[in-house]
């Protein structure tokens, strides 16, 4: 692999964020290798999302450092977030579309904010976005007018339509059920190799992100406790892995159990 591909677009230190008492990140760190993707595990709560949001430049850390392609975003290096933001993407958990515009609208609006486009060149780059995902038909429809994983794909069209390097993923599986979360990773999967861009994605979702990933890290107590390629990770032996790794196919067993109709019973 060439040398610029080993080098991490986006390196992440000691980076804290803290509500009022509440600390919620304690110093994490994360470097993510351009052209990969890598996913943060950490259960309900543990701060998955502010971390995402403090890369997104939504929330100001509290300290610590994030660097992208080699420039630092922080408060004073308005150009370089300026920057970042152009070649950045962000995939919302609730996906965040309007419905008062078509998807063909809403698909627009990342380059009608960051580009100086003719309204005729962003209608056009718009279309490709949506033909890519396979959502042109659909065009002139509003949001309400599409079932669950059409949305998620048009929120996805939106995402990348600027052709960013980075695409920030935050919980993209929220409320599906199994098998349209298996679907929702795939299309990462599918999309991500298409295009080339590197991404970041929090979930719970053990399982599907082990899949979908090149590297997974663990956010436990404000900091990451594990970073490794998911054999490592299933592979490890560290008490929090292992907790957060094995209740989840606990729960699995479990449930698939239930729903079986086998008698479940519980020690004390």
Known sequence: MPDDLQTPLLQVQGVHKRFGENVVLAGVDLEVV???VVTVLGRSGTGKSVFL?????IERPDAGSI??????LDADTPQARAEFRRRCGFLFQSNALFDSLTA?????????????LSDSEIRKRSLEALRLIELDQHAERYPSQLSGGMQKRLALARAIVTQPELVLFDEPTAGLDPLRRNAVFMMISKYQRQFGFTAVIVTHD???ALVASDRVALLDQGVMHFQGTPAEFIASKDHVVTSFRDSAAALGTTLAALRSGADIHSED
């Open 53 to 57: 949001k403090c890369l997104a430049g």
């Open 104 to 116: 063909l609208e809403n698909v627009g609006l990342p380059l009608e904010q960051t580009t100086n």
């Open 206 to 208: 053990v399982t599907e």
């Open 34 to 36: 351009r052209g990969s």
């Open 67 to 72: 660097r992208f392609d080699g420039h630092p």
